[in-house]
């Protein structure tokens, strides 16, 4: 069974700052696919970020610019966050493809204030 593990979230003013990665365990498999995606109050998961075994890359409109998304050959992913706004804030969910199955992260709170 994959596991994955995100870290790196937390408070932040406008502005700053955060990379979050995710680490997937349990398979001798390299992930395919790693997607990025967040959950704030109210609102429904929305994608943030993908990137394939190519490597190549798609961003949501509103953060592009902002947020780049990478992987290395340790079944890693990162998420780098910059200029963060207040509308950033929500929990933030890793996914990752694994031999046409798709896996997640518990998630890790991003919050950033005004």
């Known amino acids: 069974q994959v596991q994955l593990v995100e870290s790196g979230g937390g408070l932040v003013q406008a502005g700053g700052s955060l990379r979050l990665s995710c680490k997937a365990s349990g398979t001798p498999f390299r992930v395919d696919a790693w997607g990025w995606y967040r959950q704030a109050p109210g609102k429904q998961r929305e994608l943030v970020a993908t990137?394939?075994?190519?490597?190549?890359t798609n961003y949501a409109d509103s953060v592009k610019g902002r947020f780049t998304v990478s992987r290395d050959n340790a079944n890693m992913a990162y998420l780098q966050m910059n200029s963060l706004k207040p509308e950033d804030t929500a929990v933030y969910y890793c996914?990752?493809?694994?031999?046409?199955?798709?896996?997640w992260g518990q998630g890790t709170q991003v919050t950033v204030s005004s």
């Open positions: 996914n990752a493809n694994v031999a046409l199955v798709d896996f």
């Open positions: 990137i394939t075994s190519g490597p190549n």
